[in-house]
């Protein structure tokens, strides 16, 4: 499913904040074209800044990150744990604002628009302002707005932290559904295992003070994954493999 | 998410609230107590004039009093307007970068801590030649620093996901000015709006009083003065009146303005039970 082309490669990546904090310790990866890989671990252990550094909003302060095709890197995307909509905007505005910052030509923009909201089944909802949606709702949007540029690669921080089970699982399966379409690079962090197995092509354990990587367990369950892979015994036994790191990670 | 009580009501009766009832009830009990209170003293109308007397005044002197009133908010609405648009281009200026804000911002606190009362006489005798442009410009002295103050706070305070979505996309300083900072600033002006409204009024009338200046255009002030000078207080109050309802008004008008440009959008205007 995986070919493995490698989008970007970090070497011995090292992340100290001013006030001495090691964020991230000689972290090493190497990210393949179309994998989905999930970065769990206690909070601190540099889940974030690792997507922010990769985003291009930090700086690493030793080592190295590559990227192998330059065109990834301006076709990245990024959602946030919070939906980080702008109030004043109706849904259809917050979307076409990458498109808007690109200078797009207006016509284009909106028919992007139209057919991003209904990738994630907003369609009914362009006028509406985002203090009128629920929670999953404005996480669909924030999505639609990263989708919104066709991106190749994804990074996406906690983005279902906040939200309820049952919502979370829809937008699993809805998240799955538009990868397997569109195969994207994606990077995922959250802190949830069953999500990162149920997702994942990849899931990274970290362990924090300092940051690191861990382990890296690959999950070899082709797609479409579905509700039966859920309840399947591959399903417990991979979320086992990953529990039993992450306690490792903590204890560590 | 938010539901607004008053909105399920119609007609006059979503004005009978708590919130009004309750001021009318003081104002007329107060009203009241002054009318009674000084017809059983036989208080003489130079010392205290009683309400009705005022309301009296207020329609017989109306063609003195409103002329002079009409100078005053043309003053007002002359220096508001110029405070507006100054303080918006200060602000925006200064949002530009830290070493602006960092070189200008302790003038503003300058300009605002200064008493209007003391630097009026200088700017009159500067500007003798036009003493509404001197009215003009003490007004405006009072009402541009909470347009400055809270518009800066306004742009600097941006949602961090946000700035940081605008940094990914690559946005210019033009872009992130228009389609970020200023959207963010914008209940913070309105705020700042409601302030300097109230404050331009009160620059208006120190600077009358300063001023002292008769002839066809004097504003309110003027007029009360004259009425002191004259023992005509039940005039005195009329003006007071006048100058108070013109307060109210200014305030009102801009709290309106504000609900309606947020009214959509932000999340600040959402009124929770
Ligand atoms: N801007 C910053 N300045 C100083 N320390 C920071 C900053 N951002 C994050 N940190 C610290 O770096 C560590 C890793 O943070 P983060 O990447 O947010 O962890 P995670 O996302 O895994 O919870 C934490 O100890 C955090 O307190
Ligand atoms: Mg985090």
Redesign the pocket.
Known sequence: MTNDQPVISLHDVNKVFENGTIALENLNLTVNRSEFISFVGP?GCG??TLLRIIAGLSNVSSGTLDWYDLSDRQNLAFVFQEPALMPWSTVRDNVKLPLRLAKIPQKEAEKTVDRTLQLVGLENFKRAYPRQLSGGMKMRVSIARALSTNPTMLLL??PFGALDDITRNKLNDDLLELWSQQRWTVLF?THNIYEAVYLSTRVIIMAARPGRAIADIKIDVPSPRTEEFRRSFVYSEYCQQVADALSKAMSS | MGTNKTRANFGWQRWLTIDTIAPIAVGLLVLTVWEVSVRVTNTPAYILPTPSLILTTLIRDWGILFPALFTTIKITIAAFMTAVFSGLLISVLMAQSKWIEKSLYPYAIVLQTTPIAAIAPLIIIWLRNNTFAALVLCAWIVALFPIISNTTFGLNSIDANLRDLFRLYGASRWQTLLYLRLPSALPYFLSGLRISGGLALIGAVVAEFVAGTGGANSGIAYQMLIAGYNLQIPRMFAALVMITGLGILIFVALSALSDAILGDWHESSVKRD
């Open positions: 909070s889940k974030s921080d906690e962090v």
